[in-house]
RNA sequence: GGUUCCGUGGCCGAGCGGUUAGGCAGAGCUCUGCAAAAGCUUCUACAGCAGUUCGAAUCUGCUCGGGACCU
């Protein structure tokens, strides 16, 4: 019998992974832990093409709608949740099935992230203020005097990055270089990964239709009621950013609309640059469950 | 038929005698706590032909194409 497996399927947007997901999920009796950075919000629906409420019922799924767009999530949250829902799952099962196009996630949960202290919230919002009343020359002038080594290796054009590197040093005294030890933790299972691949072509088709289906199915409405709450991070999101640009009177629906078909190919784009240098991704373009349980009932511990 | 304006890379758009404008799209990429985020790289065009000039996308002429106005 196979060992204790969680199998991987990822690949970009609108490729048709949720399907699959299911399907093999049914196969196999088990349940689907969904590594996507915004179907965990509860309030978020039609556009972050969540599986459906009949899907949900079909199959178990841990992280959709588990959080609220108000709570903090991340990519270590993510790993700490889903390394112990497999732990659990495991115990029952044989299988576990993760599905989602959120790579650092996936990253996170196959290898693990270095222990890094919580950061105050105060820090990273005093950090955050500066930055955007006096730029990035400041923060890059600040950075550079206060961690040095990072500024060196660091992407100075990045404010993400700085501001992540500057809060750390703020927050431990230490540099956010000297907490990454790039150790890869060992997980207690197998890990089999596989991405869809889809041609390109084909896949920008399929995401203009897609978006075209959401606004068909009320992606508007959604959006309208989340306005109060455009400026969480949960919100920054393709689908819901464009249309509040519309609903402020900034642009005409068609314009947003298209922009949201745009984001999305150039998300499309993002996942599949993330997701080629991953060496342990098996890519299918056809005949996916055979595939899959091909490999998954190939014994080679 | 006459007068006049315009013609810049896939698209938008500045330049108006001598640097790569720039933006978007496309393509490639980076990536350990906001990742559907953030950032980086790349793509050398001036309708055609002839001329002026050391040098023209920029000036002149003609041709072609488009718009506006006049008869």
């Known amino acids: 019998m196979s060992p204790k497996t969680v199998i991987i399927i990822?690949?970009?947007?609108?490729?048709?992974?949720t399907e699959l997901a299911l399907e093999l999920a049914k196969h196999l009796n088990t349940c689907i832990i969904s590594a996507d950075s915004r179907q965990c919000f509860r309030e978020l629906n039609i556009g972050v093409a969540k599986p459906s409420s009949s899907q949900l019922e079909e199959v178990r799924h841990f992280f959709i709608n588990?959080?609220?767009?108000h709570d903090e999530v991340n990519a270590s949250i993510f790993e700490t949740l889903a390394?112990?829902?497999?732990?659990?799952?495991l115990a029952v099962h044989d299988a576990v099935i993760i599905c989602g196009g959120t790579g650092l996630y996936i990253k996170a949960f196959r290898e693990g992230l270095d222990e890094i202290p919580v950061i105050d919230e105060g820090i990273r919002k005093r950090i955050l203020e500066s930055y955007?009343?006096?730029g990035l020359a400041w923060l890059q002038d600040t950075v550079r005097t206060i961690d040095p080594g990072f500024y060196e290796s660091g992407e100075r054009f990045n404010p993400q990055r700085?501001?992540?590197a500057l809060e750390v040093m703020q927050s431990t005294g230490r540099s956010i270089l000297s907490f990454r030890n790039r150790q890869k933790k060992i997980r207690s299972f197998?890990?089999?990964?596989f991405g869809l691949s889809v041609p390109r072509k084909e896949l920008y088709q399929r995401i203009d239709a897609r978006v075209d289906d959401m606004m068909n199915t009320g992606l508007l409405d959604e959006v309208i009621s989340l306005l109060p709450y455009q400026n969480l991070n949960a919100l920054q999101t393709v689908g819901y950013s464009e249309l509040f640009e519309y609903l402020k009177g900034k642009c005409l629906l068609e314009e947003s609309i298209s922009r949201i078909k745009q984001n999305?190919?150039?998300?499309?784009?993002?996942?599949?640059?993330w997701l080629k240098k991953n060496e342990h991704?098996?890519?299918l373009d056809n005949d996916f469950m055979n595939r899959i349980l091909a490999t998954y009932q190939s014994v080679k511990v």
């Not at 990822?10 to 992974?17: E, I």
């Not at 588990?66 to 767009?69: E, K, L, P, Y």
């Not at 999305?264 to 640059?273: F, L, S, V």
Request: one cysteine or more; a positive charge.
């Open 132 to 134: 955007e009343n006096l």
């Open 264 to 273: 999305t190919r150039n998300y499309a784009k993002r996942q599949m640059t």
């Open 162 to 164: 700085m501001m992540r």
């Open 281 to 283: 991704l098996v890519w």
């Open 66 to 69: 588990s959080h609220s767009i």
């Open 190 to 193: 197998r890990i089999i990964e």
């Open 10 to 17: 990822s690949g970009p947007t609108a490729s048709g992974k």
């Open 83 to 89: 390394i112990g829902w497999c732990d659990e799952l």
